[in-house]
């Protein structure tokens, strides 16, 4: 079984730019959360989907940050324009039922914002 | 990597013996507290969780404890091996919020 993946591994920009980020869930989690650990703080959630609707985005950090999930499948967390405080790594995990405890994580994308 | 800057935590233990990895956690109404392991270029990956109405459980070589009148769990690995190095969170959820919680996390380093 295919894990969580995320593209790009790694992206350099710089300020006022935009990025996007892709997650590919494992086939069948209807459950999609992205976190982000910026520098010196801890992992901290961003937004859950289920399915295609956001559930809960209470973590996003500002109107900056504009996630996605079209269809049910992958997800997509676009940050535009970049600033400087959002270098970081951000994680995307999926699970197959709501609140369950296994999320399965993907290997982040590392941001850096010049 | 990405254990730089953040002033984790460190514990540094002899391969072959047993580590014991603390954290303390906030929320008392939190239902399920779960240890993570992360490796060098990787996600956090699920290594066992405990409930809160239970105060130890066991799996391969690890076992959690909960002790919830001071709010602390640990996670204690038994024969650590060079391949347990890695940095490892606890975190929180409750039944009714799917969110995970994480700690601060500790770098543990096997010296063989």
């Known amino acids: 079984e295919a894990g969580v993946t995320q593209f790009p591994s790694h992206s350099v920009i710089e300020k006022g730019q935009t990025v996007t980020l892709r997650c590919d869930p494992i086939s069948g989690h209807d459950n999609l959360y992205w976190y982000r650990r910026v520098m010196g703080k801890e992992i901290k959630f961003l937004l859950h989907f289920v399915k295609e609707s956001k559930q809960d985005e209470s973590g996003m950090p500002n109107n900056r940050f504009l996630a996605e999930r079209t269809g049910g499948t992958y997800s997509t967390l676009k940050v535009q324009p970049a600033e400087l405080e959002d270098s970081g790594v951000y994680f995307c995990?999926?699970?197959?039922?709501?609140?369950?405890?296994?999320?399965?994580f993907g290997p982040g994308t590392r941001l850096l914002v010049l | 990597g990405e254990s730089v800057g953040l002033h984790l935590p460190t514990l540094s233990v002899q391969e072959g013996d047993n580590s014991i990895i603390n954290c303390a956690y906030s929320?008392?109404?939190?239902?399920?507290f779960i240890w993570y392991k992360q490796e060098s270029g990787k996600g956090p990956q699920f290594i066992i969780d405990i409930r809160s109405n239970m105060d130890k459980r066991q799996g391969q070589r690890v076992t959690v404890l909960l002790n919830k009148t001071v709010k602390h769990l640990s996670l204690q690995i038994a024969a650590t091996q060079p391949g347990d190095s890695a940095v490892y969170f606890c975190?929180?959820?409750?039944?009714?919020?799917?969110?995970?919680?994480f700690g601060k996390g500790t770098l543990l380093t096997v010296n063989p």
């Open positions: 995990a999926s699970s197959q039922d709501r609140g369950r405890r296994n999320q399965y």
């Open positions: 929320n008392s109404a939190s239902d399920y």
């Open positions: 975190a929180e959820m409750s039944g009714s919020n799917y969110k995970l919680t």
